[in-house]
Every structure is written in C-alpha cells, then in structure tokens.
C-alpha cells in the first residue's frame, strides 16, 4: 500500500546505500550551455502570471482541458476550479506566490504525466484523510519550495541539491520541470506515509523537501533518471 510507512521508507532509503558528497569539495565552473540554461530558467522565474495576458489565459484553459477533457470551463473565473483544488474561483490569485512557472509546471505535469497527474489529483491512490491538502494550491508550494532549495534566485548556487541540479540540467533542458513531478509524487507519497491531515500540509512539505535533499546530493548524480524517487512517475 502506498502510505504504509514501511514501503515509504524502503523506496527512498535506497539513496542511503549511495554516497553523498560535501559541497566544498565541488568547484562550479559552468559551461556555456549550462550559463544559457540556468539563464533562461531564471527568466521564466520572473514572469509573474498577468490574467490580462491572452498567452496566460490559454495556459490556464490548457490546464482545465488537460485536468477534465471531458467537462467545459464556463470561465476563467468560475466555482469549478475548486474541483482541483484552487483556494477560490479565480486561480489568478493563487499564482501571485510563486508566478507564471507554477502554472507552466502544473501544465508540464499534466501533459507529459497524465496518468500520474490525475492519479494525484483525484487522490485515487491510498487511504485517504478527509481533510486532504488541494491539488493546485500544494503544487504552487512545491514550485516555491524547489526555488529555495534549488537556489534558483541567487547568482550561483552554494548547496550540493543546487550544484548538482546544474549538471543535471545539462542533460535534460526540462529538468525543473520533471524534477518538479517527481516532488509532487514524493509529496504525496509522503502524505500517506504520515497518514496526514490537512494542517500538517507544510510538515510533509518539509519532510519532501529533506528527503529531495538527501537525493539530489547523492554523489553519482548526473541525469533527472538518477534519482531514485523517479520511479514514482513510472508507476
């Protein structure tokens, strides 16, 4: 069972038979093309998301049509958006967090995901509490959460996670997209191994956040696929 703690334990306790290594003993040196890509993913952090913007609009139509193919939007603004966990009727106000990439990963994960996308967003899988966490608002935390651990708004990343997403990034131009995947089914994974409730929310998000830590410091890190926790979207 998903949130049996065991199983939780036994599938990310594999990082811990891998070594781990000190920052201080990396000396970061980018390439030009991790320069261009670090570039362009720190641009896409200072794109707030402007409702006024047609671009915006249709990325957020994308996201209902990829969430319920199968059930028109009567608006932009509309009490539907609460079915996937939107704090009001307009999600514009909740992207004022974290900006348009929020909205670009949450898209990301539906299209190239969508299995384990609804998977997550009808909580279809363990045993569920009756206060669950909402679907679109925690995906905005796990965004915010991967930019502070990443580093991601300072000119050079200090920590392990940060250094070595830059070589993971010069595999994969997509990596915070993915690795964004991979933190909300850690996430939830995580949820269900604690049993949690609604108001423990940013004590799992804290929990993910250790344990995406420990991962992406694991000494033969070199590919997104390296990952032990990637396993999960492969379920």
Same mark, same amino acid.
């Given at each position: ?66 969430? #319920? ?28 967090? *974290? ?17 384990? #996308? ?23 935390? =796990?965004?915010? !959460? ?16 940060? =250094?070595?997403? =830059? ?13 964004? *995947?991979?933190?909300?089914? !850690? ?11 609604? !108001? ?33 979207? *492969?379920?």
């Amino acid at each position: 069972m998903v949130g049996n703690r065991t199983w939780f334990g036994g599938l990310f306790n594999s990082s811990g038979k891998r070594r781990q290594v000190s920052a201080e003993k990396i000396v970061l040196d980018l390439t030009p093309l991790q320069e261009q890509r670090l570039q362009k993913l720190k641009e896409r952090l200072n794109v707030p998301y402007d409702e006024s913007r047609p671009e915006h609009q249709e990325s957020l139509r994308a996201l209902w049509n990829a969430s #319920f193919p199968d059930t028109e939007l009567n608006s932009l603004v509309s009490a539907q958006w609460k079915d996937m966990g939107w704090q009001g009727v307009n999600p514009a106000t909740d992207f004022r967090g *974290c900006g348009f990439i929020s909205l670009e990963n949450l898209l990301f994960f539906a299209r190239t995901y969508p299995a384990p #996308f609804k998977r997550l967003m009808l909580k279809q899988q363990g045993m569920r509490a009756v206060w669950e966490y909402p679907f679109a608002v925690a995906g905005i935390n =796990i965004s915010y !959460m991967l930019i502070q651990l990443l580093e991601l708004n300072s000119a050079r990343p200090k920590s392990l996670p940060g =250094i070595n997403f =830059i070589k993971v990034l010069t595999e994969h131009e997509d990596a915070f997209d993915v690795l964004y *995947c991979i933190a909300f089914e !850690m996430m939830d994974a995580q949820w269900l191994a604690m049993r949690a409730s609604y !108001m423990q929310f940013k004590e799992v998000l804290e929990a993910t956040k250790q344990q995406l830590e420990r991962e992406l410091s694991l000494e033969d890190l070199n590919s997104i696929h390296d990952l032990p926790a990637y396993n999960l979207l *492969c379920k």
